[in-house]
């Protein structure tokens, strides 16, 4: 099976530092060759030193061995190219960076990876990075629907420009931002410096992956609101018929996806010697067997939810009624 690319989305509102971000990762000495794919040119270029530029294919390849790409057409088709153009070996990369606008929410980009087979089959979706601007995210996050949806949907937040607020008014924000996403890890970024290692290759929207490497991750963040955008973790300590959970998940899934955003579990499922890892985007959901349950370790569902308006009794009440029957 031949590996896939890992692939990372760079969200985050209007001036919080996106590209700033991207030249850092691009300049930086780590010896990785990215491919990066931009919605649109920013005004001032990635990088001054280029070598091709293909106006056709909007296919740029930079001094340093990375590939920028523009998106003013189809993700899908650009990325079927530079997948085309590596196999045939006339350009090289090992990681593709997507790049999105500011005010766009990173839905439907991450959708792509999950709907599109041709996509999946070579592109795994490493992980969801959204800069947030301290000076301004308060004004934004309540101004902007797309600005809450960007922290919802993020598997990594990055906090820029904290050097122009105080410690109460960084406080404030840090609690506004788990209240919308509490999966999210968070940390401060100055002029988009970062390491790289907390950034790529960090299977930050692979459950299955996250878990074994963090058990606790989805942790007890209980039942927090924020905004319109809110997330809540649903518990079960009782084993779960796994075709009652995926009857009631779809039915879910077509009256309320366009709400989800993101949704992801590890299910105690009874008679399953392993546990089972499903994960969502609005109305694309996928499962998989995952690791096996240790005969030391507590047995237990857990599944984070993070939308908008999510109907969060009706979740609890439906899901209740998926425990297996002879564990009810």
Known sequence: ?????PVTIITGFLGSGKTTLL???LQGDHG?????????FAAESIDH???VQDSDEQIVEMNNGCICCSVRGDLIRILGELHAKRAAGTIAFDHVIIETTGLAAPGPVAQTFFAEPSISE??????ILTVVDARHAQQQLTAHREAQEQVGFADRILLSKTDLVGKDALAALR???VAINGRAGIQK???????????????GFNL????????????ELGHRHGDGVQSFVYHQAQALDMLQVENFLDAVVQLFGNQLMRYKGILYVADLPCRAVFQGVHMLMGSELGAPWRDDETRASKIIFIGRDLPQDMLIRGLDRCVAKAAA
């Not at 990785?32 to 649109?40: K, S």
Request: aromatic share 6%.
């Open 1 to 5: 099976m031949t590996e896939l690319i």
């Open 23 to 25: 030249k850092r990762i």
């Open 32 to 40: 990785v060759r990215i491919a990066v794919i931009e919605n649109e």
């Open 49 to 51: 030193g280029l070598l």
């Open 122 to 127: 070579c592109y795994l979706l490493d992980a």
């Open 175 to 177: 609690q506004r931002l």
């Open 189 to 203: 970024v100055r002029f988009g410096n970062v390491p790289l290692r907390d950034i790529l290759n960090i299977r």
């Open 208 to 219: 299955n992956a996250i878990v074994e490497l963090e058990p606790d991750f989805l942790g």
